[in-house]
Every structure is written in structure tokens, then in C-alpha cells.
């Protein structure tokens, strides 16, 4: 009797022990779950997703080591509890000197069809290019962080890992765009309803809301169109007359 008593609780241990251990996570599988309704997403050729990408440009998005003084990061604007946007008029730049804008949502930029505000850059992997130069933002040269990084052992060997060469600024930017394409949304309770079947994720006046939004009525839904609620267009909005 005193036997069995001991195998239980032997059992019992084991089973109390498995049910803790967190299952294991396919980063690859999970990091670019597409949401239902939405479109696959385009990978350019030589920069497909990877978990050692992902990874790496990830651990590239906090490094401050991209402003030239060492004090802001990508993710010091880009705040992933603000929809990695910013939530002041201004973003800082390098050294915290004041920029000309504030740091837009990144949520589902691996949609968009251009970058920067006057829409002229085709591809995240240039666009990264842009804040990194820029005065009033990291104010600093790509191939000075570059060398900088590639000095540094572990971002050499992540390098290696990823894209089988030394860390140069052709790693720096597919990094970090492939890690920036990850960040996608799709399971808001619009999502929910919409997209999922799920009749009782928004209530009835929100219900009639979306109604009056698709309809001719309003025709919100003509700009505001699609999964993102963007037609990509740019438009005169009037604000030059205020």
C-alpha cells in the first residue's frame, strides 16, 4: 500500500511538471501567422523570413547604437505599446534634439506599396536608409554603424547565421525590414467580425456604425477601403486652407 501511495504521488508529480513547461514555439510558423482576410506578404528575393533574421532584427530595432550619439533606437519612437507609433507631435532625434515629425504606426507596413510621407521610397530595405541619415533623426552614416556592429562578436556570428556574410549595411537593412514585416495586425474585434464569422465580437451600434461607413451614403469606405482601410492613394485633404 505504501508503495502504490509513493507511485502516485510520483505520477502526480510528473504530470503537475509537464502541465507547467511552456509548449514549444515555432517562431517561423508564429511570427508570420497571416490573419484571416488578409493577403500573403512578399518577401523580396535573398531577404525571405527566418527565425535568425527575425531575430537579429529584432535585437537591431532596441540597438542605440544606430544614432550617432548612441541615445535613441528604432524602437525609442516606434513604442510597441503605442502600436510601435509615438504619442507626441514631435518624435526626439539624436542626442534628443527635436524632429520636424512624429514616428507613424508600423503596424502592417509590410503592406505598404511605398515608404516616407512623400511616398517615394519602393521597398523597406531602403527606407530603413532614410532615419539613419537623417539629421534630425539618428544622424548617422550606415557604414560607420556597419563596421561598428561587425566589430562586435555576436552581431558578426548573427550575420553569418542569417545571410552567411559579415555584418555590413546590405545585414543592417534586411534585418530590420524582415523583422518590421513581422508586425502585423489583424485580430481586433472588427477583425473578429468581419473577417472571422464571429457574429457577437462588436456590438449592434457598432454594428450600424460599419454599416454607415461602407455605405454610399458616407462613402468612407471608397479611401478607407480594404483589410487596412487604406487605398494607398494620396490625397488632398484641406488642411492647407486651416
Known amino acids: 500500500m505504501k508503495n502504490l501511495w509513493v507511485l502516485i504521488l510520483i505520477v502526480i508529480a510528473i504530470s503537475i511538471f509537464a502541465c507547467s513547461k511552456d509548449p514549444k514555439i515555432d517562431l517561423d510558423e508564429q511570427l508570420m501567422l497571416i490573419p484571416e482576410g488578409f493577403p500573403s506578404i512578399n518577401f523580396p528575393d535573398g531577404n525571405e523570413f527566418t527565425k535568425e533574421r ?85 544622424n548617422h552614416n ?35 525590414s524582415n523583422f518590421e514585416r513581422s508586425l502585423i495586425s489583424g485580430n481586433s474585434r472588427f477583425d473578429m467580425y468581419y473577417y472571422q464569422g464571429k457574429k457577437n465580437a462588436i456590438s449592434a451600434g457598432e454594428i450600424r456604425g460599419l454599416n454607415l461607413f461602407m455605405s454610399t451614403k458616407t462613402n468612407c469606405s471608397q479611401c478607407h477601403s480594404g483589410f487596412n482601410f487604406s487605398n494607398y492613394t494620396f490625397q488632398n485633404n484641406g488642411l492647407y486652407e486651416s
Not at 527606407?127 to 534630425?136: F, S
Not at 557604414?143 to 559579415?166: F, G, K, Q, T
Open 54 to 138: 527575425w531575430l537579429l532584427g529584432k535585437k537591431l530595432f532596441y540597438d542605440k547604437r544606430l544614432s550617432k550619439s548612441k541615445s535613441i533606437s528604432c524602437g525609442s519612437c516606434h513604442k510597441p505599446e503605442l502600436a510601435f507609433s509615438d504619442n507626441v507631435a514631435l518624435s526626439d532625434g539624436d542626442n534628443f534634439e527635436k524632429g520636424t515629425s512624429n514616428a507613424p504606426s508600423l503596424v502592417n507596413v509590410a503592406y505598404h506599396p511605398y515608404y516616407t510621407r512623400a511616398g517615394g521610397i519602393p521597398t523597406l530595405e531602403m527606407q530603413i536608409l532614410v532615419p539613419i541619415q537623417e539629421h534630425n533623426e539618428f
Open 142 to 176: 550606415i557604414v560607420d554603424i556597419a563596421m561598428e556592429l561587425d566589430a562586435d562578436s555576436e552581431y558578426h556570428r548573427n550575420a553569418l547565421e542569417s545571410y552567411n556574410r559579415d555584418f555590413d549595411p546590405y545585414v543592417l537593412t534586411r534585418a530590420l
